[in-house]
């Protein structure tokens, strides 16, 4: 009979997943991406006229930037008002089992399959989620959040936060030269 052998201990947690170096970005690296913020649709020649180097140099560094991870995709932005999505929301949404990997998988899945949904970060506070949704009116809102409840069996509730009037709305991201990477 072998003696008893002590508990295993717990495995330790996974490392988070590093990111890949990135290139150091310079003044002219972040002028160029504040003008594609700004219009994606300039060219390179539009770019090189703006920054002071030739088209070919801007295609390089946009090269490298793109390999550096600094642009995931260029996109147009919609009016969505002219497309008839003229109710804003913001739902809160709490857990049955707070973050639990199966709801998040659950909740991935769900926002994959609900347009409506224009972005989902899970957060910390008194909710566990909050959900950024575009629909047409209060009717689509009501159609809308009994198929997320259909579909989100994880949910225990929601709080809907109705936007009244929009100060601000973009993506755009700050890159004085504070910016994360900066030389």
Not at 10 to 27: G, I, N, T, Y
Not at 60 to 75: A, N
Request: glycine residues 6%; charged residues 25%.
């Amino acid at each position: 009979m072998h003696p008893k052998s002590a508990p295993l201990a717990p495995a330790p947690p996974a490392p988070l997943p590093s990111r890949p170096v990135a290139p150091q970005l310079d003044d002219i690296d972040r002028t160029l991406l504040t003008l594609l913020q700004d219009d994606a649709g300039l060219s390179h020649a539009d770019l090189a006229a703006r920054v002071g180097l030739s088209a070919a140099g801007v295609h390089k560094r946009l090269k490298r930037l793109w390999q550096g991870g600094y642009v995931r995709k260029l996109t147009a932005v919609l009016d969505r008002h002219r497309l008839g999505l003229d109710l804003m929301c913001f739902l809160k949404v709490t857990f049955r089992s707070n973050l639990q990997p199966e709801n998040l998988a659950d909740l991935q899945r769900c926002i994959r399959a609900l347009p409506e949904i224009l972005e989902c970060y899970t957060v910390t506070g008194s909710s566990d989620a909050i959900i950024k949704v575009a629909v047409t009116d209060h009717v689509a809102l009501r159609d809308f959040l009994r198929r997320l409840s259909e579909q989100q069996q994880a949910i225990e509730r929601t709080e809907t936060c109705i936007v009244l009037e929009e100060f601000k709305e973009g993506s755009e991201l700050p890159l004085g030269s504070q910016a994360q990477g900066s030389a």
